[in-house]
């Protein structure tokens, strides 16, 4: 294949990884912005959306492209009350002890993804496309519906950045994420606040979930990639910052769309891993964080 | 604190006297009803993890051929009890699982591990207990002299045999520059290895080698390296994704000019060949050890194997079309059970104290005739190797099937021994 096709191909494919990855990262981004909480169960939300898809597709009659756009809504939703519940039974709890919610969440992490093995099973399944559409370019196809993902990535990234800068639920996010203590002071209920952030972070990745799972099939051990990758994008971009995540998880995705395609995608790996060793050493805030 | 101690004390004594019971019970059926005890075979299953598919399968199958030999009156006399143990695909847990099965479970012996990683990483362990660990996992690791005297491969041809019979018919009917796409792992190294040289040998050449890691989700990435030229595009791929595999496969070359393709039968196990999205294979090539899909002249016992598993004439499962086997791995553990019946038969087999007259028996084991103890045909053991030795079938997909178009020989996959086992110590 020609240098140009190819590099094209790479581009695709990176902006699907940064797409999806965007999007499960913010989530990440926001909870520990905002509630100083490092979730390491947000893979798994991630991979319940997945989950869930596929069980909204399993057992809703009618079209696929039906079924699909109400995974969209049921399991962020689904997904969103989940991780409330966490929050009111655990985090809570635990006074958001930013080492004890580590421990919690690892453990959240395992319950979560034995539940899904005991009920949903250790095989993987796939879950139809909203519509089969393939683009024929003169080198190669390509399917349309990642084409979609991009799209729907954009969107919903869009709607979170008017959420956080536009609304007044966002106002009192970033207020809290400034300062907790005062924004309690001024009448903002933070336990409500913060449950609020774990489920929409939650939901987000789960958001993600759906979105991915016609192009790699529902599987109860998925979380642990995204998981890696979004701790990855979210220590370049800087902790809390949601413009530094969908920067790096650009970045980051695009960079394993062409380092996979042109090298391997394990050389792809080493060096995101170099990158974030590199971020921590020389500027721990990450790229676009608050200095601490 | 005196309450806790207050109701320490009896548990401990309790606890003693139900051990002295307990330790009095196990020791009773040697004395009392050797006959009667089950021979217990330990399975070490890939219930989860990357190979559950298979595991799903290999439990049934497993289960079915249990069912035959107990209802035939079992083993010596004795009835047959399998307990499966899942290892999670994982090498770390397999050699765990051989332990416990052995130890604690008390089993006879062990086998049914397919992933080659979970076999070398638990073979070891099986040496060292002393146990005879009868694989079903392809891997030339068995005769290749890798692993050691406990460890067997009694039930499926190895991968070095059934590229040595593939090859010279991809070269004579498809192409000479082929390009491989294999899991990076034992397996697929194997399958790297020696259909490179295989082709070498028919004159053909492999100009690219392909490995994927067989955790790995997403595969276009992979595609550009098949270079242009490629004449036949040989593929392999194990794991959860396969079908996510086809289906980018298709994607990339979507209706654009195709090579030939190839593929072991491995990379569509446990998928329907009709599912959308997978037109594009109409016309390829795949191995299989057994045919999914019933041939028209199979064989007299293919009915009855079928209907004792659950599988219909489309290779899914009779409640449930759309679960479909790994047909062409899962009579390994079927052909492997009665392999372990007839050796156990022929070396009078008592307890674990004969395990070592079981492995010789076993070992001294070598025509095997077609029969419902072999469904997938008559097999060869080579009791140097450790390794048997059958036929395997080349089909095409015909309409969205998968149809039988060529059968090789026994003859066709013979390779000079690596090793001689027997030559080893126990």
Not at chain 1, 198 to 210: C, H, M, T
Not at chain 1, 258 to 278: C, D, G, Q, R
Not at chain 2, 283 to 289: K, L
Request: aromatic share 10%; with cysteine.
């Amino acid at each position: 294949m020609a240098f140009g096709p190819f590099l094209l191909l790479a581009l695709m494919e990176g902006m699907v990884t940064a797409a999806v990855l965007a999007l499960a990262a913010c989530g990440l981004s926001l909870v520990f912005g905002v509630m100083r909480v490092v979730n390491v169960a947000h893979g798994e939300f991630y991979m319940l959306g997945a989950v869930i898809a596929w069980a909204v597709a399993a057992f809703m009659p009618g079209p696929p492209a039906l079924a699909f756009a109400a995974a969209l809504v049921i399991a962020p939703l689904l997904v969103a009350a989940l991780a409330a519940a966490a929050d009111a039974l655990i985090l809570k709890r635990l006074n958001y002890d930013p080492e004890a919610t580590i421990v919690a969440t690892i453990g959240l992490l395992y319950m979560i993804q034995q539940a899904t093995l005991s009920i949903y099973g250790p095989n993987a399944t796939p879950v139809t496309a909203p519509f089969e559409w393939r683009i024929q370019l003169p080198w190669f196809g390509y399917s349309g519906y990642k084409l979609f993902v991009i799209l729907a990535a954009v969107l919903v990234l869009l709607g979170l950045w008017a959420i956080m800068t536009r609304t007044r639920a966002g106002l009192i996010m970033r207020a809290t994420q400034v300062d907790r203590t005062t924004a309690q002071s001024f009448g903002i209920n933070v336990d409500r606040v913060y449950m609020g952030t774990f489920a929409f972070g939650a939901g987000l990745a789960a958001l993600a979930g759906v979105l991915i799972v016609p192009i790699q099939q529902a599987h109860y051990l998925m979380g642990g990639d995204p998981l890696l990758l979004s701790f990855i994008v979210v220590i370049i971009g800087g902790l809390g910052s949601l413009r530094g995540t969908v920067i790096a998880a650009l970045f980051i995705g695009l960079s394993d769309g062409v380092i996979s395609m042109m090298f391997s995608p394990t050389l792809a790996k080493i060096i995101a891993t170099l990158l974030v060793a590199m971020v921590l050493v020389f500027r721990p805030q990450g790229l676009f964080g608050a200095k601490a | 604190m005196t309450l806790r101690t207050s109701l320490y004390t009896p548990t401990r004594r309790g606890l003693l006297k139900a051990g002295a019971a307990g330790l009095a019970v196990a020791a009773m059926p040697g004395f009392v009803g050797a006959q009667a005890a089950p021979i217990k075979v330990g399975f070490q299953l890939h219930r989860t993890g990357i190979g559950a598919s298979y595991g799903r399968w290999y439990e049934r199958t497993a289960q079915a051929a249990l069912k035959l030999i107990n209802d035939g009156g079992g083993i010596n006399g004795r009835p047959v009890e399998i307990v499966f143990e899942d290892d999670a695909t994982d090498p770390k847990r397999g050699s765990e699982v051989v332990e416990k099965l052995t130890v604690q479970a008390g089993c006879d012996v062990v086998m049914g591990t397919l992933f080659s990683h979970v076999v070398i990483g638990s073979a070891p362990r099986a040496g060292e207990l002393k146990v005879p660990y009868l694989v079903c996992s392809e891997g030339y690791h068995v005769a290749s002299g890798m692993l050691n005297r406990w460890t067997l491969q009694p039930g499926i041809t190895d991968v070095r045999s059934q590229i040595a019979s593939m090859a010279p018919w991809v070269s004579a009917n498809l192409g000479k520059k082929v390009s491989m796409i294999f899991p990076d792992f034992a397996f697929g190294h194997d399958h790297r290895d020696f259909f490179t040289a295989a082709m070498a040998a028919q004159g053909g050449e492999v100009i690219a080698q392909i490995a994927i890691p067989p955790t790995e989700t997403s595969f276009t990435r992979y595609f550009p390296q098949i270079p242009a030229e490629t004449e036949v595009l040989y593929h392999v791929m194990v794991g959860p994704a396969v079908l996510t595999f086809v289906k980018e496969l298709g994607e990339f070359y979507g209706s654009g000019a195709k090579p030939a393709m190839f593929g072991f039968i491995d990379s569509l196990e446990a998928v329907d060949t009709a599912t959308p999205g997978l037109e594009f294979l109409e016309g390829s090539y795949f191995w299989e050890a057994h045919n999914r899909v019933k041939p028209a002249d199979a064989g007299e016992h293919e009915a009855a194997y079928r209907a004792a598993v659950g599988v219909d004439d489309n290779g899914a499962s009779v409640s449930d079309a759309a679960d479909v086997s790994t047909y062409s791995h899962m009579f390994s553990t079927w052909e492997t059970l009665f392999f372990l019946k007839a050796a156990m038969e022929a070396s009078a087999y008592t307890g674990p104290a004969d395990r070592q007259k079981l492995v010789e028996a076993m070992e001294a084991m070598s025509d095997m005739p077609y029969g419902i103890e072999r469904p997938q045909g008559a097999k060869l053991f080579n009791g140097r190797t450790h390794q048997v030795f059958g036929t395997q079938n080349i089909s095409q997909v015909q309409g969205g099937k998968l149809m039988r178009v060529h059968q090789t020989s026994m003859a066709d996959g013979a390779y000079e021994d690596a090793v001689d086992y027997t030559a080893t110590s126990f």
